[in-house]
């Protein structure tokens, strides 16, 4: 998860607007740093004129030095000239609007309402205040300024933004190719139209789309971010590295907002390195995509409960954020027994995939399977896993939760395969890995092969593994294995279980002999397990005599049917 959004503006930003012949007059020259977007420069112009206290043609200072500083996303100095502009007699009431979107842009939502119903009637007032209502959840007052909305660029464009903030990415992307269409030169809906795609997780896409605005703004810092971002889930950390290397060489021309977030999405493309160090900083620098990259950090890192604590009073808005918030739960509910975080893990999980613009993704089907894993009904976990198994042939967790789900239903034999595809030593070392691993084995007749786990552990887990396989080996007729393992058991404790186990099993090898269905080299193993219990019960001659009784009959078997060793 990385930020692929931000207002961001280059000093000295080229463009593909034709030369403009240099003019000398401070007019000329500022009005060409306009056209340019050379926000910087124009700014240096109007400050220099209000300070010296000259007029500039007949143009009003402050409220283009308001205007520059917004665009250039220095909003609380945009907020200062606002203030001064709203100070003086005859002031045009708009410039209470233009103050509400300089707060609407800090987050202050409250004033930003305030300061744009003092102003003047109009479209923008109304965008506003739409766009107000929907970050503070008002619906009522969202639909009556939706409503109110017309068909012209700017209001469908304003939609277009909601429905991209409610992640109905297919809306948005509807309004803006009915504008690109009657509008061709409107060539920046593009990158919105990318970055629709991009989190439709349509990566090929949205790449596609976004060099045709790439063609006119090579150096333009959202698209070449976008750009990385794209080659990040398609390819790898190490290609998206090289395609934001540009930004990084124009590192020295950009603003803080810029640097952040480059600095942030390095974090991602390097797989976490300099966590620590970068992330912290960017939640107060109000990049979302920090918080939930350092809960990420925290969970591969086994910090279990700083994951927590970064999210426990989090009200989720976002995908996203409600899939953290269900992993982080889920999470802390399995390991500490804490059935409050396992419902507050399924309700998130049950939200996003259920959600329309969910239900139909990756993130959406894998929130399903979560959801149906953590109630227990692997059926539906995997028609859910089945249906975006292409996309995860190589993914350890995918493999491992599949492997799981197919075991649980019986089907033995595909989760053996999914099972043994797992790489990861850490997954391989899970207690939960090796019991359903051994299980699968056993169930698709290689009890050889679960044997060989059991005898690569040398934790505390392997008494588990061997009740799992003594178990398992007797139902499933493997009583070599099950003879082996209940001796271990027997040997290790002092059980009537284990004993009338071992009994039962070597008796079963003795069949499986005599029908030609196990080897010779079996049997003589039983016999001398047989003899180690008699030594064993010594002191309990009624269990001492049981084992004799079968050795004895196994022995004589063999002397007449001339059985020896292979």
């Not at 009338?500 to 193993?525: P, R, Y």
Request: hydrophobic share 40%; with cysteine; proline share 2%.
């Amino acid at each position: 998860m990385f930020s692929v959004t931000g207002r961001v503006v280059r000093k000295n930003q080229q463009s593909s607007i034709k030369s403009i012949p240099r003019r000398n007059s401070p007019v000329d020259q500022f009005e060409e740093a306009l056209q340019r977007r050379d926000f910087s420069k124009a700014t240096t112009i109007l400050e220099f004129f209000k300070n010296s206290g000259q007029k500039l043609g007949n143009l009003d200072i402050n409220a283009w030095l308001a205007y520059c500083a917004f665009h250039m996303n220095d909003i609380e100095k945009a907020i200062d000239v606002y203030k001064e502009i709203l100070t003086r007699e005859g002031f045009d009431p708009m410039n209470y609007i233009y103050l509400g979107c300089c707060n609407f842009a800090m987050g202050s939502y409250e004033e930003a309402e305030e300061n744009a119903l003092r102003g003047t009637e109009c479209p923008l007032r109304n965008r506003l205040l739409f766009h107000i209502a929907q970050k503070t959840h008002d619906e009522a007052k969202l639909m009556s300024y939706h409503h109110q909305l017309k068909s012209t660029v700017e209001d469908q464009l304003s939609l277009a933004a909601a429905q991209y903030n409610r992640n109905h990415y297919p809306q948005a992307i509807e309004i803006c190719k009915r504008i690109l269409q009657q509008s061709p030169e409107y060539i920046a809906l593009n990158v919105y139209l990318a970055m629709c795609y991009y989190k439709n997780d349509y990566y090929d896409v949205s790449l596609e789309i976004l060099q045709n605005y790439l063609k006119s703004y090579p150096n333009s810092a959202i698209a070449i971010n976008l750009k990385a971002c794209n080659h990040y889930r398609l390819y790898n950390g190490k290609s998206a590295e090289s395609e934001l290397k540009t930004l990084i060489d124009l590192y020295h021309s950009m603003y803080n907002v810029e640097s952040d977030i480059i600095k942030h999405n390095l974090v991602v493309f390097r797989d976490g390195e300099s966590a620590l160090q970068v992330l912290p900083p960017l939640l107060e620098a109000g990049i979302p995509e920090a918080r939930l990259n350092l809960v990420i950090y925290y969970l591969r890192q086994d910090q279990i409960n700083e994951a927590y604590e970064l999210i426990k009073d989090m009200s989720p808005m976002t995908s996203q954020e409600y899939i953290i918030r269900a992993v982080v739960n889920a999470y802390m509910g399995q390991q500490l027994e804490l059935q409050d975080n396992i419902k507050v893990a399924k309700e998130c999980f049950h939200f996003v995939g259920s959600a329309q613009s969910e239900c139909d993704t990756i993130p959406g089907r894998q929130c399903m399977a979560s959801y149906f894993f953590l109630i227990r009904d692997f059926n539906n976990v995997l028609i859910y896993l089945r249906s975006i198994k292409p996309y995860f042939q190589k993914d350890d967790t995918f493999l491992y939760l599949y492997g799981i789900s197919c075991a649980d239903v019986g089907n033995f034999e595909e989760a053996e395969e999914s099972l043994i595809a797992v790489k990861s030593e850490k997954i391989k070392s899970e207690f939960c890995y090796r019991s359903w691993l051994v299980r699968s084995h056993i169930m698709n007749k290689h009890a050889k092969k679960a044997w060989d786990i059991y005898l690569k552990m040398e934790t505390c887990e392997a008494l588990g593994i061997l009740r799992l396989m003594a178990n398992d080996c007797y139902k499933t007729s493997a009583f070599y294995y099950a003879a082996k393992a209940f001796d271990v058991l027997e040997r290790l404790e002092n059980d009537m279980e284990f004993i009338e186990g071992k009994k039962g099993a070597c008796i079963g090898v003795f069949q499986q002999v005599f029908a030609n269905e196990e080897s010779s080299d079996a049997f003589f193993d039983v016999i001398k397990m047989l003899e180690a219990s008699c030594q064993q019960h010594a002191d309990d001659p009624s269990i001492a005599q049981q084992f004799n009784s079968i050795a004895v009959m196994m022995k004589e078997w063999a002397k007449e049917s001339k059985l020896k060793r292979r």
